[in-house]
């Protein structure tokens, strides 16, 4: 899913752990007469991952665990892949063990608090964070990470003191920077969170999560050509930024451009209703009722009725896809008669 490996990659870059350097494992590992050396096929991996075919990713992290079962980048490697097919439990099985291969690496630990924020966990996520921080306790991605956890949980302060710190031990941290911006962000204070995500950019040009929150902020001070100006660099960074995209579709929908906020659901939900989990995706079932409502405003009452069905099919109990659902039907009686 790709939603999930921005995630990941975007949390990366927030504790700046991409690169090939978990200490305890190393990277460098004899071939094997038979085939590739696992650091090979984990650097064949890391290029499909990045490419988007995890499954042929999945595949060569998994032979170079077979090749050295011991080595720890492999691991991580490997429960990345995981975790971007919502394999999350295999992913911390992977984790642990790397987390017992390097008891001195907070980097397993940081990995894990990642997988742990995918599926919720917050407070476990916290946990992982602090045992990072007991390893190596100037580690100025794990403080990122926190902020960024932190703003979830609604600890706005804490927050911004932890991206502080992160920043004062490594100042030209972006996600830092990002994290601290998302949490002026939730507390209103639209400019000071635009001046963060501005320095994240002017130390990364291309993160496009920066771009997209500093659209929210300009749309908060109903600056919109702003916003949408930064929507749509976020959209041409990385076509397939969900968040981008959603916030863009939200403010045509507002503004009565319909055509354009379900062009924008449309792509959104394609690559979804695809996926081998979307039978149980409570995030599509959000997308299916919000085209369905912006297609009802535009009174395209059967096409609105398709994407409440498609909600209802995925959670048949879902209050809102059942209440609208008997709005259209009532409306479509209406017309009728």
């Given at each position: 899913m790709k939603y999930i490996r921005l995630l990941f990659l975007r949390r990366l870059a927030s504790v700046a752990i991409l690169g090939c350097a978990l200490g305890a494992s190393g990277c460098k590992r004899a071939a094997s007469p038979a085939g590739p050396s696992a650091a090979e096929?984990?650097?064949q991996g890391d290029a499909f991952f990045l490419q988007g075919d995890v499954d042929t990713a999945l595949r060569r992290y998994s032979d170079a665990v077979q090749t050295d079962p011991k080595f720890v980048d492999a691991r991580v490697k490997r429960a990345r892949a995981y975790a971007e097919g919502r394999q999350f439990?295999?992913?911390l099985a992977d984790l642990g063990e790397a987390m017992t291969l390097a008891p001195s690496d907070p980097q397993p630990c940081l990995e894990q608090a990642i997988?742990?924020?995918?599926?919720?966990?917050?407070?476990?996520?916290?946990?992982?964070?602090?045992?990072?921080?007991?390893?190596?306790?100037?580690?100025?991605?794990?403080?990122?990470?926190r902020a960024g956890i932190q703003v979830e949980l609604g600890n706005f302060d804490d927050a911004i003191h932890d991206a502080d710190e992160a920043i004062r031990l490594q100042?030209?941290?972006?996600?830092?920077?990002?994290?601290?911006?998302?949490?002026?962000?939730?507390?209103?204070?639209?400019?000071?969170a635009i001046a963060d995500f501005s320095q994240a950019l002017e130390l990364n040009h291309d993160q496009a999560d920066s771009l997209t929150n500093r659209g929210v902020a300009y749309q908060s001070l109903g600056q919109f050509?702003?916003?949408?100006?930064?929507?749509?660099?976020?959209?041409?960074?990385?076509?397939q930024a969900f968040d981008a995209r959603y916030d863009r579709s939200c403010y045509?929908?507002?503004s009565r451009q319909l055509a354009q906020g379900i062009a924008d659901l449309n792509l959104l939900i394609g690559p979804r209703a695809q996926h081998r989990s979307a039978a149980s995706d409570p995030?599509?079932?959000?997308?299916?009722?919000?085209?369905?409502a912006a297609k009802a405003s535009g009174h395209d009452i059967e096409g609105a009725l398709a994407d409440c069905d498609a909600a209802l099919a995925i959670n048949p109990n879902d209050r809102t896809a059942n209440s609208l659902k008997r709005e259209l039907l009532l409306c479509s009686y209406r017309r009728r008669v």
């Open positions: 096929s984990v650097a439990e295999a992913a997988v742990r924020e995918s599926m919720g966990q917050l407070q476990q996520a916290l946990s992982d964070i602090a045992l990072a921080l007991a390893r190596k306790a100037d580690h100025p991605g794990a403080y990122s990470l100042p030209h941290l972006s996600g830092a920077f990002n994290n601290r911006g998302l949490a002026h962000l939730r507390k209103a204070e639209f400019s000071a050509n702003k916003a949408m100006s930064d929507w749509n660099e976020a959209i041409r960074i990385v076509p045509y929908i507002k995030l599509l079932v959000h997308l299916y009722l919000k085209r369905s």
